[in-house]
């Protein structure tokens, strides 16, 4: 698979001036903006250098003096801004989409994408399992098209420290574009970073930047940062699915909605497959055993086929909005609309508002405090 877009990109920070990271055909690229981040207020600030613009602000549509401020990081902006500044919310990323789309285009994804897709079985008493206690039993996963395969251990008392380890070359030998799987942010990813931090294995080749995928934030949460890759979890796109009515969630429900299994039949080889229905909560007593290894490739296969559905939606929307990959994954109504609608009044000269609306609309609103 192939695409007009690019496929990772986010902002980082460099001596107090604020850049772009992206990632095409698995080469990194350290970039400077475009333009420099900027807001806009109705008056002159102490201290700073304005030029001096005439725009029509969405709430008035009549020409109006302001004072276009740019500055270096994008975290200066908070800090400069006024009660009276306009446009000092908008994410860069978002302003770049909708001031200068074309300059993304010399970064476009032009090889063919790799995709990992992945399932984990994790040993279970029946109560729900925490990395800390319980290892991984066995991950299933294919890439591309290829065939599933499982890697378990043999007994509880190996530990997964084994299991780890291979999968890690499986990741430095295939160098995955694309992670995929079924609710994967929040349980299997998390998961497996965080057994593989408790057995001392190193998580570096989980991730394209010069660091490990865990970082402290300022709060000191650690949190997993997988950079370069565009991590894509099927269950998110189910959720804004406003077609399925009616059924959980959960990835044999769905999977059956959309008759998955007649899909998975087409496979050589599989015939005869069916949807394993059963749901394993006491994992224990399979470990090592063919019908947990069949449970795991069972979910590989429906989770690839339910990607390949969604998958095309989210391309899309990056070659329509000029917008990378990864930001598509976090879109909303709101985001899709704001680019459109950002990007066809800035043609007219005119600014968005950011004034509330009940300031904007006191005939509706009446009189309201300050922070209300």
């Not at 080889?269 to 059963?278: N, S």
Request: glycine share 6%; with cysteine.
């Amino acid at each position: 698979m192939t695409m007009k877009a690019v496929l990772y990109m986010r902002l980082f920070e460099d001596s107090g001036i604020t850049k772009l990271q992206i990632f095409k055909n698995k080469k990194e690229h350290l970039v400077e903006l475009p333009f420099k981040p900027y807001f806009f207020d109705s008056a002159k600030i102490d201290g700073l250098v304005g030029e001096e613009v005439i725009l029509k602000p969405v709430d008035t549509l009549q020409p109006t003096k302001l004072f276009k401020y740019e500055v270096d990081s994008v975290k200066d902006i908070p800090k400069l801004r006024t009660k009276t500044s306009i446009a000092a919310d908008v994410n860069y990323l978002l302003r770049l989409c909708i001031d200068q789309p074309s300059f993304l285009n010399q970064y476009f994804q032009t090889d063919e994408l790799t995709f990992l897709y992945l399932d984990i079985e994790t040993d279970s008493i029946g109560i729900f399992p925490k990395p800390e206690l319980n290892p991984i039993i066995s991950i299933g996963y294919a890439i591309n098209d290829g065939p599933v395969k499982v890697i378990k251990i043999d007994k509880l008392e190996d530990g997964d420290i084994k299991l780890l380890l291979e999968f890690n070359e499986v990741m430095e030998k295939y160098n995955p574009d694309v992670i995929v799987g079924y609710n994967i942010l929040m349980f299997d990813l998390p998961y497996i970073l965080k057994r593989m931090k408790k057995n001392g294995i190193s998580t570096d080749c989980w991730t394209r930047g010069k660091t490990s995928a865990f970082f402290t934030t300022s709060s000191g949460n650690e949190v997993y940062n997988i950079q370069g890759r565009f991590v894509f979890d099927v269950i998110k796109e189910v959720f804004q699915d406003q077609t399925i009515h009616g059924i959980s969630k959960g990835l044999k429900p769905v999977s059956k909605y959309f008759k998955v299994d007649e899909k998975i039949r087409q496979i050589p080889g599989y015939e005869d497959y069916q949807i394993i229905t059963e749901d394993v909560h006491i994992t224990r007593p399979l470990i090592g055993t063919d019908k947990l290894a069949k449970y795991n490739e069972s979910d590989v296969l429906i989770t690839r086929e339910l990607c390949k559905m969604y998958i095309a939606n989210v391309i899309a929307f990056a070659e329509m909005l000029h917008a990378p990959l990864n930001m598509m994954a976090k879109r909303t109504t709101s985001m899709i609309g704001s680019i459109f609608y950002a990007t066809e009044l800035k043609k007219k000269g005119i600014i968005e508002c950011t004034m509330p609306n009940y300031k904007r609309h006191p005939d509706v609103f009446g009189t309201l405090k300050e922070g209300y």
